[in-house]
Nanobody
Framework: EVQLQASGGGLVQAGGSLRLSCAVS????????IGWFRQAPGKEREAVSC????????YNARSVKGRFTISSDNAKNTVYLQMNNLKPEDTAIYHC???????????????????WGQGTLVTVSS
């Protein structure tokens, strides 16, 4: 059974950077699509960035394009989310999730994902 361990959150000033990690165990990262989702207080959960284990296709939400980069390190069985030029509106709990589906459109739906890691809190101060 695949399990996910998210880490790397913290407190950072606006304009700063953080790198989130999603360590995969019980499975191989390239057998899954991995998505990063976030949920801010009072808001719905949204897809931030996703990567297909099949061919490396990525998706980034419009709000993070040009600032966030998702990548996969098969040797470390880990997916990273590099977040640059952070803004206060990026403040949220970030979760990573895994699915065996590889269609890009499906990767943006949280209902697609079978396995979720615990969240990691990202706080961006102005």
């Amino acid at each position: 059974e695949v399990q996910l361990q998210a880490s790397g959150g913290g407190l950072v000033q606006a304009g700063g950077s953080l790198r989130l990690s999603c360590a995969v165990s019980g499975g191989t990262v390239d057998d899954y699509s991995i998505g990063w989702f976030r949920q801010a207080p009072g808001k719905e959960r949204e897809a931030v960035s996703c990567i297909s284990g099949y061919d490396g296709t990525t998706y980034n939400a419009r709000s993070v394009k040009g600032r966030f980069t998702i990548s996969s390190d098969n040797a470390k069985n880990t997916v990273y989310l590099q977040m640059n030029n952070l803004k206060p509106e990026d403040t949220a709990i970030y979760h990573c999730a895994a699915t065996r589906r590889f269609e890009v459109a499906a990767m943006t739906w949280d209902t697609t994902y079978d396995t979720w890691g615990q969240g990691t809190l990202v706080t961006v101060s102005s």
